[in-house]
């Protein structure tokens, strides 16, 4: 098999020859066909992760055939084409995940690969309506998208919601479910040509987050948002308190822009807001973002496709948040 | 009719005689038997509210007998024993209250009376096993402690709960409410004598919030809390955001110590917490809150009890936070 590997923080990726994998009770070896880039990758090469392990092979998403099942597997899953669920070990609540939930591609070994080995839990059928490249493109931002907007976000058939920095792979997946759950979806981004696609896809409207006021124009043109799903925080943050509808919710899923400054507390207990923060999600979150894009036959948003091998050219591309959908690569060996 | 008016910020109210008072169709006359103070009438009196109109008469909570009705109001309300629900004109979403919204002593005249004017609306029957002293204790901080626990807090039986600050009236509502509903409830508050009183309430334990490392002691001892209240904000809320339970909640009710500095918004996301503003209640919380202290008779603690003519002193008193429960007025003519 071969991998794409991280040994020293900083430095590229090296496409390594490894021994071949064997399914250990419980586990599965996959072939994988396609993997996709999550942020969560280029931050590990950075440092910024916490509890980073080396060297391991980065990637948390990806979709394939499974080639081999180790004892207590159902023997049934074998040649099956698979998707697979980013998250292992969630626990038993469904408010948070326990302190042994992990996210393959760090520690374990993830999806920049030819092969991979993954426990059962991780397993789930490959909609016929996605490609192999729309398959790989969706668990981790998918699920992400799913539980800020539904789980944690409350989001009703109907309601306004706003959904930051469009183009990445959550914020893009937010705006598909949100819009296929009949709510009134708008968008910011720092590029207007981001924000045309976006209204593509079904956005009632957009506004350049660099403009001064863009609160203002928003709050007139499509009134207050009931929920607003941010992933910047930073000093964009308390604009994003002024203009939520009283009783609203912002859900943050990240904070690009670090920590938001001197929350404006009046404006939280007399508008009666609800700050809430999300991450990834948990097995129901992820069976039930299943049933809503078979429902709704969404297919997540490819912006550019590599081979394994130029890996490094991918993750450049998203380090310059260049990207309007996911980056995937294709692993066939 | 006797009022204690204020007339200008930064005076002291003054104690006037004024005109009987007469009741327009939907409104109704209350002679008042009690009134009390809430820190919104000290705010007041030193400009530190919006939108300020004098002169006024101060007083958000009050209990009396009807003593005369307009017309539309059921004509079975008069010679009556009531309690006033402190807020006015809601509006019909539960979320949050409307811009009609407004709080009986400001803009409208208040309790500190002998006499009061107020809409049908405001009626509550009050409850048998409540004195006087305890009927006016209860409106404004019950209805804010029962949303902040329940109607936002979400608190259910068995939980640990951490009520902030305890020894003013909302702090003291929460920590019977939470003791009631049979829920583990902890305290913090700067006073060891306050802790001791709250332990005889039920309160399983408390901290002293000024002692560096008070939330690694808690969580020790009590376990991470699912729920906090809180009305401090300031400096002291990150460590609120590192004691919570992963899924937990922060609801905040106020900011006594202003606004909270450098929010750590990957501990929001990571761990999945609500940080969840609340005011006041809407009149389904207050009707739940009166059921709810019917079953469980519930009486209000009361920490002392001035005449009206002695509303100044009252005043001073609430303004170094000595107190143990609501000051309450005598208001009979």
Same mark, same amino acid.
């Given at each position: 098999?071969?991998?794409?590997?991280?040994?020293?923080?900083?430095?590229?990726?090296?496409?390594?020859?490894?021994?071949?994998?064997?399914?250990?009770?419980?586990?599965?070896?996959?072939?994988?066909?396609?993997?996709?880039?999550?942020?969560?990758?280029?931050?590990?090469?950075? !440092? =910024?992760?916490?509890?980073?392990? *080396?060297?391991?092979?980065? $990637?948390?998403?990806?979709?394939?055939? /499974? &080639?081999? %099942? +180790?004892?207590?597997?159902?023997?049934?899953?074998?040649?099956?084409?698979?998707?697979?669920?980013?998250?292992?070990?969630?626990?038993?609540?469904?408010?948070?995940?326990?302190?042994?939930?992990?996210?393959?591609?760090?520690?374990?070994?993830?999806?920049?690969?030819?092969?991979?080995?993954?426990?059962?839990?991780?397993?789930?059928?490959?909609?016929?309506?996605?490609?192999?490249?729309?398959?790989?493109?969706?668990?981790?931002? !998918? =699920?992400?998208?799913?539980?800020? *907007?539904?789980?944690?976000? $409350?989001?009703?058939?109907?309601?306004? /919601? &706003?959904? %930051? +920095?469009?183009?990445?792979?959550?914020?893009?997946?937010?705006?598909?479910?949100?819009?296929?759950?009949?709510?009134?979806?708008?968008?910011?981004?720092?590029?207007?040509?981001?924000?045309?696609?976006?209204?593509?896809?079904?956005?009632?409207?957009?506004?350049?987050?660099?403009?001064?006021?863009?609160?203002?124009?928003?709050?007139?043109?499509?009134?207050?948002?009931?929920?607003?799903?941010?992933?910047?925080?930073?000093?964009?943050?308390?604009?994003l308190i002024d203009l939520v509808k009283p009783g609203g919710c912002?859900?943050?899923?990240?904070?690009? &822009?670090?920590?938001?400054?001197?929350?404006?507390?009046?404006?939280?207990?007399?508008?009666?807001?609800?700050?809430?923060?999300?991450?990834?999600?948990?097995?129901?979150?992820?069976?039930?973002?299943?049933?809503?894009?078979?429902?709704?036959?969404?297919?997540?948003?490819?912006?550019?496709?590599?081979?394994?091998?130029?890996?490094?050219?991918?993750?450049?591309?998203?380090?310059?948040?260049?990207?309007?959908?996911?980056?995937?690569?294709?692993?066939?060996?």
């Amino acid at each position: 098999m071969k991998a794409a590997v991280l040994e020293k923080l900083h430095t590229p990726l090296s496409i390594q020859d490894r021994h071949d994998l064997n399914a250990p009770p419980g586990h599965v070896v996959i072939q994988l066909k396609t993997a996709a880039l999550n942020r969560r990758d280029y931050w590990i090469t950075q !440092g =910024l992760y916490p509890k980073i392990k *080396l060297p391991v092979v980065l $990637g948390s998403d990806g979709a394939g055939v /499974v &080639l081999e %099942t +180790g004892d207590g597997v159902d023997a049934s899953w074998k040649g099956k084409e698979v998707i697979l669920q980013s998250g292992i070990n969630w626990g038993d609540q469904e408010e948070a995940q326990a302190p042994e939930f992990e996210v393959l591609g760090m520690p374990r070994d993830g999806t920049f690969a030819t092969h991979i080995l993954v426990p059962q839990e991780t397993l789930h059928e490959k909609p016929d309506f996605l490609s192999w490249e729309e398959a790989a493109a969706l668990p981790l931002a !998918g =699920l992400t998208a799913w539980r800020s *907007l539904f789980t944690q976000g $409350g989001l009703k058939t109907g309601q306004t /919601v &706003l959904i %930051t +920095g469009v183009g990445g792979g959550v914020a893009l997946a937010a705006l598909q479910f949100a819009v296929a759950a009949g709510a009134k979806a708008w968008v910011t981004s720092s590029n207007d040509n981001k924000i045309k696609q976006a209204i593509q896809m079904g956005a009632r409207g957009g506004f350049l987050y660099k403009d001064d006021g863009w609160e203002t124009s928003m709050a007139k043109e499509a009134g207050a948002p009931d929920l607003i799903i941010d992933s910047a925080g930073g000093k964009t943050y308390n604009g994003l308190i002024d203009l939520v509808k009283p009783g609203g919710c912002i859900v943050n899923y990240g904070s690009t &822009l670090g920590n938001p400054q001197q929350i404006n507390m009046f404006k939280l207990f007399w508008k009666q807001i609800r700050l809430q923060g999300s991450s990834l999600g948990s097995p129901a979150d992820f069976r039930n973002m299943m049933s809503f894009i078979q429902e709704h036959q969404v297919k997540t948003i490819v912006d550019a496709v590599y081979p394994l091998e130029e890996v490094n050219t991918a993750l450049e591309r998203m380090k310059h948040s260049e990207q309007f959908g996911k980056i995937v690569l294709t692993c066939a060996s």
